[in-house]
């Protein structure tokens, strides 16, 4: 448990509903068990999510959230923040960055879990134009936003949230060949987090081939990082910013 040493406070920033538990709820649910305290901060509903034109989008977003919850107390985490920005529009404006930084401040977390900003052509599916704003953003709001007295003054002089320091970014869905990679063995969590997916039944119903796509994925980051065979592992980049 080496990578949560001295870690008490974990925020994960991602732009939809289901995207921490594709991109890391096994982690969090290794960490959770471990006692760390996770948050979410979900930036928009996926109201544009699923293909059920029989409901409002309204609709949809409400049902995301109410799966989003569902799914995160699979993995042990209890404490969930809804942005509500639109879902298919999202840019990484200076609103998005101070709302996030405002969870920042509030959370107080060591360690941010966000999206990668950069498109992974490898991989075009996991380079939503939301993921990428959403972790832009998340970025934006750790350096320089979150720490700086200055960077949206409201925030300390209306609400009176001090500034705060983040140590580091852990991204997702990074390209292969990346530097400073931080592998994590989820062998042990890993159905808690096709658990967490199972949660999320507006938008996926061939369960079977999702569990087999998923589980493929973990079983490839496991190998190509060397470890033994059965093994299952989610991969970060880590950016210090301390």
């Known amino acids: ?136 953003a998340a970025l934006c709001a750790v350096y320089p936003d979150s720490r700086n007295p200055f960077a949206h003054p409201e925030l300390l002089e209306v609400e009176g949230l001090e500034p705060y320091s983040v140590a580091e970014v852990w991204l997702s869905a990074i390209a292969a060949g990346s530097d400073n990679v931080k592998v994590v063995d989820v062998t042990d969590s890993a159905d808690r987090k096709l658990a967490a997916l199972r949660c999320h039944r507006s938008q996926y119903s061939d369960w079977d081939a999702l569990e087999q796509r998923v589980r493929g994925w973990l079983e490839a980051t496991a190998k190509a990082n060397g470890l033994e065979p059965g093994h299952l592992a989610e991969q970060f980049v880590v950016v210090p910013t301390a």
């Open 1 to 136: 448990m080496s990578e949560i040493e001295g870690i008490e406070r974990v925020l994960v920033v991602v732009a939809h509903p289901d995207d921490c538990d594709f991109g890391n709820a096994a982690t969090t649910a290794k960490w959770t068990d471990a006692g760390v305290t996770v948050s979410y901060c979900i930036v928009t509903d996926g109201d544009a999510g699923g293909s059920d034109r029989s409901i409002t989008r309204k609709e949809m977003a409400a049902l995301r959230r109410i799966e989003q919850t569902e799914a995160a107390a699979a993995v042990g985490v209890t404490d969930l923040t809804f942005l509500g920005y639109p879902d298919g529009r999202l840019t990484p404006s200076i609103e998005l960055r101070r709302d996030i930084s405002r969870v920042i401040r509030i959370k107080q977390p060591q360690r941010v879990i966000t999206q990668s900003p950069t498109r992974n052509f490898t991989r075009i599916f996991a380079s939503h134009p939301d993921h990428l704003a959403a972790g832009e």
